[in-house]
């Protein structure tokens, strides 16, 4: 009913920057909040960085001060600006939404996962 479309994902050198990308679309009412996750081999998936629909953020610790979470709530689209990346910022990162539907359920919605390698 939710469809999230993530771009922007690569290889990059350490130090070096990329900008992830996401999409909503589909049924949608209001999205409250959105965010960006990231899942390495073996580890649990990690929030890295939310954004409320009055672009209150919140950020892991170990992205602070790196990475950027902003929204256009008009686009429905959430993007994530990652500088002075690093080889442990390694990981498939997942774009999240915490949506309202036309039918005034809400719903959870994932994207497909986007690889970012620091090498």
């Known amino acids: 009913q939710v469809q999230l479309v993530e771009s922007g994902g690569g290889l990059v050198q350490a130090g070096g920057s990329l900008r992830l990308s996401c999409a909503a679309s589909?049924?949608?009412?209001?999205?409250?909040?959105m965010g960006w996750y990231r899942r390495t081999p073996g580890k649990q998936r990690e929030l890295v960085a939310s954004?409320?629909?009055?672009?209150?953020?919140n950020y892991a610790d170990s992205v602070k001060g790196r990475f950027t979470i902003s929204r256009d709530n008009a686009k429905n689209t959430v993007s994530l600006q990652m500088n002075s990346l690093k080889p442990e910022d390694t990981a498939v990162y997942y774009c999240?939404?915490?949506?309202?539907?036309?039918?005034?359920?809400?719903?959870?919605?994932w994207g497909q996962g986007t690889q970012v390698t620091v090498v």
């Open positions: 999240n939404a915490a949506v309202v539907l036309t039918t005034l359920h809400d719903s959870t919605a």
């Open positions: 589909g049924n949608i009412f209001k999205i409250n909040s």
């Open positions: 954004i409320t629909k009055s672009n209150s953020t």
